[in-house]
């Protein structure tokens, strides 16, 4: 699961990417999303990259500074 600070929005896209399709608004081109989604999508990925690296590093045991 993750951090109870994450958004609804995170959630519904989080599920999305579960379930192999696209969240509400996104385009499967790059070039056809607009500038505030292509941002969207890439703060999207950066949150995720960053939960799963720190819960890679709980399962190993070690602990994450804190930002």
């Known amino acids: 699961m993750w951090p109870e600070y994450r958004s ?13 399709i696209l969240p509400p608004g996104v385009q499967p081109k790059w070039e056809d999303n607009g500038v505030q989604m292509q ?15 720190e819960r890679d590093a709980q399962l190993a ?7």
């Open 8 to 20: 609804g929005e995170y959630a519904l896209w989080n599920a999305c990417r579960r379930l192999g």
């Open 39 to 53: 941002a969207m999508i890439l703060a999207y990925d950066q949150t995720c990259s960053h939960d799963e690296t």
């Open 61 to 67: 045991g070690a602990r994450m500074p804190q930002v």
